[in-house]
């Protein structure tokens, strides 16, 4: 088949997937022609979320509006303005031989995880001195929430001496000096002062004066945007090693009489680190690399946890646990579908998922939904707590653990998944 | 006979949808007038702020649609200014959150964009209004869609909801016919400078009767200030 045709049936068959997730199930597909709104095979509303789908699987935002013209009803007419307006080829899935020699020929570049590590606050609370501490009823956060123990730094603890302890793991993994380091990119929702965590990394790590920082926001999704961020840096070619860290003690900030149990006894501290580097050669087909990212903003739920330091400081807190446990949940389910529907690369495919875990007993309701097998979601929240932009990196090192431990033949994607306050959401999928 | 101030005229799938206020003791309540063997009107011979005689009966309509009434012997007995209709639906059902519009949660669609829907055996009603701070436009999917954003004053926001006020489709088709392919810049500046300084800045929220699938999509019913025709002639 020539190689134009080819390229039409690939667009084809992704409209038709696009067009089949918003049908009824058994509906006959409609004919190359058949307008979908005049036969009232979709209304208005489901149009929108079949155009916008398809601009999700492309990762080609606006897609649409580059075409124009009306938005297409027909399976033709969506079929020829994706061939106008997009000109890469239609590639998914890990089928297509994610390999930095197939990125390099197509002008790209890869991504891959060279190093890991995690810190936890050296002490373990249980949750009933937890629910103790802070006055509550016997059994809310060990059987409301699920969580059996929190870790919680000691006197001689903070967020930085945790993330020095876990890039020093990860710098370690990966082989790598930190002289080597040209960006630092850190992210903690406790560490609210100067120099910043990033800056202070550098300092604690003796990294170069020529390597850069940069400290993220994101509270919780505050992890996840930092590997976006740093991918998009190794744009320039001139980066060839980059540092991610996250790290949060909580256990400072969110203390009895500032905030109510049911929310601050929720929090552990914790910290993560990411050693990433360009790929570069056949060497690196053994590490897993970053496929694709994904991320947005809905305020829609925005008024469900609120956090702001007033000036007398003192901590205002609104917080609706019930409507952010549902908000949660929906978003990290469709995180995990977005990226199914970028990558093509379904999740009973998945050998991991890190996912943010606000307690564990969201996590169950996450893994009923999604149907995520429980022995591939490594439990970060029921051992540890919350820990803030730490969960993801927390889970991420967990699953990586466990994933590496196989040949890369064996090895299967991770999908990563978080939300935040905002509300906002993240997701990667590493292969 | 009821008196109802018309109060919303909106464009769905099978016809003209009509909500109006019924006042009662100084409050307002909503009442959608539903003509016989249909849910929509295929026409409706009056305009917003009209004030309407219906001779009304309960409907078999289901939660959350408890404003529909069975309608007959419309007659019009006099109209109000925007500013009065406005003044009204102030006092009719509002909502500061997102939360309170519906007496549920929203949830985002799970197929693509940013459109929330409500269960319907969760909503206590089908149509609220609220305060709002900012809005903009999205003309990506015009003609068959267009869509808007809205900031309440709680700091939430609605991201997509389909624009379906008669008033405002049809003058965004009149603007298309004027700028084309600029429509949504000239929503964006021209448009949201009209709206955003006036003191009658307030929108009403309806939920969709049930899909296929069994949910309630939110929509954008009203929009004040309305949009005015001598805005035409300024974007000349």
Same mark, same amino acid.
């Not at chain 1, 590490?287 to 007033?310: D, K, N, P």
């Not at chain 1, 446990?325 to 093509?344: N, Q």
């Not at chain 1, 998922?353 to 969201?362: D, V």
């Not at chain 1, 967990?398 to 590496?404: F, G, K, P, R």
């Given at each position: 088949?020539?190689?134009?045709?080819?390229?039409?049936?690939?667009?084809?068959?992704?409209?038709?997937?696009?067009?089949?997730?918003?049908?009824?199930?058994?509906?006959?597909?409609?004919?190359?022609?058949?307008?979908?709104?005049?036969?009232?095979?979709?209304?208005?509303?489901?149009?929108?979320?079949?155009?916008?789908?398809?601009?999700?699987?492309?990762?080609?935002?606006?897609?649409?509006?580059?075409?124009?013209?009306?938005?297409?009803?027909?399976?033709?007419?969506?079929?020829?303005?994706?061939?106008?307006?997009?000109?890469?080829?239609?590639?998914?899935?890990?089928?297509?031989?994610?390999?930095?020699?197939?990125?390099?020929?197509?002008?790209?570049?890869?991504?891959?995880?060279? &190093?890991?590590?995690?810190?936890?606050?050296?002490?373990?609370?249980?949750?009933?001195? =937890? *629910?103790?501490?802070?006055?509550?009823?016997?059994?809310?956060?060990?059987?409301?929430?699920?969580?059996?123990?929190?870790?919680?730094?000691?006197?001689?603890?903070?967020?930085?001496?945790?993330?020095?302890?876990?890039? *020093?793991?990860?710098?370690?993994?990966?082989? /790598?000096?930190?002289?080597?380091?040209?960006?630092? +990119?850190?992210?903690?929702?406790?560490?609210?002062?100067?120099?910043?965590?990033?800056?202070?990394?550098?300092?604690?790590?003796?990294?170069?004066?020529?390597?850069?920082?940069?400290?993220?926001?994101?509270?919780?999704?505050?992890?996840?945007?930092?590997?976006?961020?740093?991918?998009?840096? /190794?744009?320039?070619?001139?980066?060839?090693?980059?540092?991610?860290?996250?790290?949060? =003690?909580?256990?400072?900030?969110?203390?009895?009489?500032?905030?109510?149990?049911?929310?601050? &006894?929720?929090?552990?501290?914790?910290?993560?680190? /990411? =050693?990433?580097?360009?790929?570069?050669?056949?060497?690196?087909?053994?590490?897993?690399?970053?496929?694709?990212?994904?991320?947005?903003?809905?305020?829609? /739920?925005?008024?469900?946890?609120?956090?702001?330091?007033?000036?007398?400081?003192? +901590?205002?807190?609104?917080?609706?646990?019930?409507?952010?446990?549902?908000?949660?949940?929906?978003?990290?389910?469709?995180? +995990?579908?977005?990226?199914?529907?970028?990558?093509?690369?379904?999740?009973?495919?998945?050998?991991?998922?890190?996912?943010?875990?606000?307690?564990?007993? +969201?996590?169950?309701?996450?893994?009923?939904?999604?149907?995520?097998?429980?022995?591939?979601?490594?439990?970060?929240?029921?051992?540890?707590?919350?820990?803030?932009?730490?969960?993801?990196?927390?889970?991420?090192?967990?699953?990586?653990? *466990?994933?590496?431990?196989?040949?890369?033949?064996?090895?299967?994607?991770?999908?990563?998944?978080?939300?935040?306050?905002?509300?906002?959401? &993240?997701?990667?999928?590493?292969? | 006979?009821?008196?109802?101030?018309?109060?919303?005229?909106?464009?769905?799938?099978?016809?003209?949808?009509?909500?109006?206020?019924?006042?009662?003791?100084?409050?307002? $309540?909503?009442?959608?007038?539903?003509?016989?063997?249909?849910?929509?009107?295929?026409?409706?011979?009056? $305009?917003?702020?009209?004030?309407?005689?219906?001779?009304?009966?309960?409907?078999?309509?289901?939660?959350?649609?408890?404003?529909?009434?069975?309608?007959?012997?419309?007659?019009?007995?006099?109209?109000?200014?925007?500013?009065?209709?406005?003044?009204?639906?102030?006092?009719?059902?509002?909502?500061?959150?997102?939360?309170?519009?519906?007496?549920?949660?929203?949830?985002?669609?799970?197929?693509?964009?940013?459109?929330?829907?409500?269960?319907?055996?969760?909503?206590?009603?089908?149509?609220?209004?609220? #305060?709002?701070?900012?809005?903009?436009?999205?003309?990506?999917?015009?003609?068959?869609?267009? $869509?808007?954003?809205?900031?309440?004053?709680?700091?939430?926001?609605?991201?997509?909801?389909?624009?379906?006020?008669? #008033?405002? $489709?049809?003058?965004?088709?009149?603007?298309?016919?004027?700028?084309?392919?600029?429509?949504?810049?000239?929503?964006?500046?021209?448009?949201?400078?009209?709206?955003?300084?006036?003191?009658?800045?307030?929108?009403?929220?309806?939920?969709?009767?049930?899909?296929?699938?069994?949910?309630?999509?939110?929509?954008?019913?009203?929009?004040?200030?309305?949009?005015?025709?001598?805005?035409?002639?300024?974007?000349?």
């Amino acid at each position: 088949m020539d190689p134009q045709n080819e390229e039409i049936l690939r667009i084809r068959k992704l409209v038709e997937e696009c067009l089949r997730a918003a049908l009824p199930a058994g509906t006959v597909m409609p004919g190359d022609d058949d307008d979908w709104i005049e036969t009232e095979l979709l209304d208005s509303m489901k149009l929108v979320d079949v155009l916008v789908s398809i601009e999700t699987a492309l990762s080609f935002p606006n897609l649409f509006d580059q075409t124009v013209a009306p938005p297409p009803t027909t399976i033709r007419a969506t079929v020829e303005a994706i061939r106008k307006t997009y000109r890469e080829p239609i590639e998914r899935g890990i089928e297509s031989a994610q390999t930095p020699q197939s990125f390099e020929k197509r002008g790209r570049y890869l991504v891959e995880i060279a &190093g890991w590590g995690v810190a936890l606050g050296s002490e373990r609370i249980t949750a009933d001195q =937890v *629910e103790h501490e802070f006055g509550l009823p016997p059994g809310t956060l060990t059987k409301r929430a699920g969580i059996e123990v929190i870790r919680r730094v000691s006197t001689s603890e903070n967020e930085v001496s945790l993330a020095q302890a876990a890039a *020093e793991t990860a710098l370690q993994m990966a082989g /790598f000096s930190a002289q080597r380091l040209d960006w630092i +990119i850190g992210t903690s929702e406790t560490l609210l002062g100067f120099p910043s965590l990033a800056a202070s990394m550098h300092t604690k790590l003796l990294a170069p004066g020529t390597c850069r920082v940069l400290d993220v926001g994101g509270a919780c999704v505050g992890l996840v945007n930092c590997l976006t961020v740093a991918k998009a840096f /190794f744009g320039d070619d001139r980066v060839k090693c980059i540092l991610v860290v996250s790290a949060d =003690v909580h256990s400072r900030m969110l203390v009895p009489g500032r905030v109510p149990g049911e929310f601050g &006894g929720l929090f552990g501290d914790g910290a993560s680190a /990411f =050693v990433l580097r360009r790929a570069e050669g056949a060497e690196d087909d053994k590490r897993y690399a970053i496929l694709a990212s994904i991320g947005g903003c809905a305020g829609t /739920f925005s008024s469900a946890l609120q956090v702001r330091l007033s000036s007398d400081g003192s +901590i205002g807190l609104n917080f609706d646990g019930d409507a952010l446990a549902h908000a949660a949940v929906d978003r990290i389910e469709r995180v +995990i579908s977005d990226l199914e529907t970028i990558s093509g690369i379904g999740r009973e495919k998945a050998g991991g998922f890190a996912i943010h875990q606000p307690n564990p007993r +969201i996590v169950e309701i996450i893994l009923h939904r999604t149907q995520m097998p429980p022995d591939k979601v490594p439990q970060v929240a029921r051992s540890c707590g919350n820990l803030g932009s730490s969960t993801c990196g927390v889970a991420l090192s967990m699953a990586l653990d *466990e994933c590496t431990k196989k040949s890369r033949d064996e090895r299967r994607p991770i999908f990563v998944a978080s939300v935040g306050p905002g509300m906002l959401w &993240g997701g990667t999928l590493l292969v | 006979m009821t008196e109802l101030l018309i109060s919303e005229i909106t464009l769905m799938q099978r016809g003209l949808c009509v909500i109006g206020l019924e006042r009662s003791d100084g409050h307002f $309540r909503s009442l959608r007038p539903i003509p016989p063997n249909s849910n929509a009107w295929k026409q409706f011979p009056y $305009r917003r702020a009209d004030k309407v005689a219906f001779d009304l009966s309960s409907s078999p309509g289901i939660a959350p649609h408890v404003e529909d009434r069975l309608s007959a012997k419309d007659r019009k007995s006099g109209s109000v200014t925007e500013n009065e209709l406005v003044d009204c639906l102030r006092k009719a059902e509002t909502a500061s959150s997102i939360k309170d519009l519906f007496g549920c949660r929203v949830h985002l669609s799970k197929r693509g964009g940013l459109a929330v829907y409500v269960d319907p055996s969760d909503a206590i009603r089908s149509i609220c209004g609220c #305060e709002i701070e900012s809005i903009s436009f999205s003309f990506r999917f015009y003609p068959e869609a267009i $869509r808007a954003a809205l900031a309440l004053k709680s700091g939430e926001t609605l991201d997509s909801l389909p624009v379906v006020d008669c #008033e405002w $489709r049809e003058f965004a088709g009149d603007v298309a016919k004027q700028v084309g392919n600029q429509i949504e810049d000239c929503f964006d500046s021209f448009v949201k400078k009209q709206l955003l300084p006036s003191p009658i800045r307030f929108a009403r929220i309806g939920i969709a009767r049930p899909d296929r699938e069994g949910l309630c999509w939110l929509m954008l019913d009203s929009l004040f200030p309305l949009p005015k025709k001598h805005w035409l002639k300024e974007l000349k």
